[in-house]
């Protein structure tokens, strides 16, 4: 029952963050899924890295996002 609730909060936040992206983003691709671990490829368009960076931390409490890294 553990493992069942920790996949279902896992996919909540996972997909809750993925849906912030869609706002910001015309194309959201799920690259990578394991565990907790998501590897997620947006173009750049007009966004920097900076802007990610400064966009995760401040939503980082929010979102439940522990590491993350932005290339």
């Known amino acids: 029952m553990s493992a069942l609730v920790q996949f279902c909060y896992t996919q909540t936040n996972g997909f ?3 849906t912030e992206l869609c ?3 015309k194309e959201v691709d799920l690259l990578e899924q ?3 671990f998501y590897k997620i490829r947006t173009p750049r ?3 920097t890295i900076g802007y990610l960076f ?3 931390e401040t939503r980082k ?3 439940n996002i ?3 890294g932005v290339s």
């Open 16 to 18: 809750r963050f993925i």
């Open 45 to 47: 368009e007009d966004k």
């Open 34 to 36: 394991c565990g907790d």
């Open 66 to 68: 522990q590491e993350y």
């Open 54 to 56: 400064g966009f995760i």
């Open 61 to 63: 409490k929010e979102l």
């Open 23 to 25: 706002k910001m983003f």
